[in-house]
């Protein structure tokens, strides 16, 4: 069969995927980047939204559109008391430590996702689901493009945030150097809270927008979670572009990966790019430059 | 020596235990068993040389995959592919681990590459039209001997208690040798170690190594005693963070604590699927990841810390 026809729909597919990959990765590297902290329930809390969204249309009869006014708010109330009760106690523990308290929580997150809801499938209707726009030989969903467009701008205006503001010129310091920070006067404290806030918030602004064209299940979370791993190690950890470029690669690998393979091998090709730069250059494509 | 007498007459004493035990009981003996040789591989190199893996159901999975393709394809007995499983855990344990010590990871790093090289091995075993593909492969019930398949339950115990004794044996004669002090020093500071001229890429290799043949013996054996495996059970993650639990809640780097983790927890598994009867799926494992949290924050020593603080503490 020729694929050659069918490579530009795969590329766009890759790049609207990417841009998904990339907002979830930079919440990751931000959480990362400014608490020194790997939250592997990161994905988790993407799932959280995902559910929201999903009770909100079958309670209220909300359009995900809407939704989205009520799951950023709990999605970022949800970072705010898992930061009090449970990282912010282990914030200057051995990192062993907080893995754990981190996976510990995936498990507990998840496992009360599929007691509530069980382990089907459920997909969430919008006003734009079906919608699809026609460029030449591509075709493209209109809640993907948004929520990928979306995304991107999210991403650059974090990027903007941590850059040209007082707060983000505050955060960075936490990140740079704790103890320097503390003696500046910076509210330490306040500020890891508020990276963990936004790292993770922002997962409730992604959910509604992916819910018209993505299931919801217990497991999502943590597949996202893995990518994000991916996107944020090949983009180099805490590193905002990084996260940005590794996501497209990611999409666009698995998108014309699963086109020329067919299967889960693309999941292979994916892995061992991860594992090989884990290896030769765990500082990632854009080097160690912190925030 | 007087030690490996204890734990001789520990097993003998567990063996007189398991054929008292009723069907389900035997049942809960066996995972309890197979769960703590895992969990006990598991600290070899995570809790004896501090390097936390993400990926040690590769070692478990390779082993059951070994083994049944052996006796499928090959007609090998189990028996022997006990062995050539345990070959080939520790060739990959020795391979992923100089691979990645040399490069100098570690942390948060080395559990990412681990769980990747898992998550790797399950996509393949999963594309592998003779290792099943992703439905697995089924054992035929022949019980015999030889065919390591036994006529009750009572034999799969004597076997899993075979392999627990193994796995005990080998943690705690690395315990007490210079091997145990190196992996010690490594996990305590690299740096101090390098200084003082261990060997650390060396140290950790060989934990590695054994860390993944220990796992891998219990593979096989989970493979005769379910007479099916695919991807999914013996390859995926779920069973990678269960040898991490048992062992963190059990007590992290002591001897016999991950153990300890394994006796309380899986019968408290089972206790909870007899009690809500099938309702509430992962339930378990919400009661897993509070205990795990809460371990963390109120004892990071484990139960095992919390018992020997206990009988520190009593009045003499």
Partial sequence: MDLLPLLPQALADGLLLGGVYAIVAVGLTMTFGVLRIVNFAHGDFLAIGLYLTYLGATLLGLDPYLSLFLVLPLVTLAAAFTYKLLIAPVILAPEHNQIVV??????????????????????????????????????????????????????LGLYWFLRSTELGRLIRAAAQDRDAALLCGVNVDRMYLLAFCIGVGSLGLVAPLIAPFNYVSP??????????????????????????VGGFIVGIVEAVGGLVTGGSINFIITYAIFILFLLLKPEGLLGGRRL | MRPMLLLGL????????????????????????????VALAWNVLGGMAGQMSLGHALFVGAGAYVSTVLYLNFAVSPWVGLVVAAMVGGALGAGVGYTVFRCKLSGVYFALVTLAVAEMALHIVSNVAVLGGANGLAIPSRPDFANFQFHSKLGFCYAALGV????????LAIHRSRLGYVLLAIRENERSAAALGIDVVQGKVIAAAISGALAALVGPIYANYVLFIDPESVLGLPLSIDALLFAFIGGLGS?????????????????????????????HLIVYGVILILVMRLAPRGLWGLLSDAIARRPK
Avoid: K
Avoid at chain 1, 219 to 244: E, H, K, P, Q, R
């Fill in chain 1, 219 to 244: 497991g999502v979370g943590s597949n996202f979670t893995l990518t994000a791993f991916i996107v944020v190690v090949l983009g180099s950890m805490g590193n905002f572009v990084g996260a940005l």
């Fill in chain 2, 255 to 283: 001897l016999f604590g991950p153990l300890l983790g394994a006796v309380v927890l899986v019968p408290l598994t089972e206790l909870l699927r007899g009690l809500l009867a099938g309702r509430l799926a992962g339930i």
């Fill in chain 2, 10 to 37: 520990a097993v003998a004493l567990l063996a007189v235990l398991a054929s008292l035990l009723p069907i389900y009981g035997q049942h809960v003996f066996i995972l309890v068993a197979l769960y703590g040789a």
């Fill in chain 1, 102 to 155: 981190t996976l510990g929580l995936s498990l507990v997150l998840q496992n009360a996702m599929l007691a509530f809801f069980t382990a089907d499938l459920h997909a969430i209707p919008s006003v734009l689901s079906g919608n699809v726009l026609r460029f030449g030989n591509v075709f493209v969903q209109a809640a993907a493009l948004i929520a990928s467009a979306v995304s991107i701008a999210l991403c």
């Fill in chain 2, 164 to 171: 627990l004794a193994v796995v005990s044996a080998v943690s």
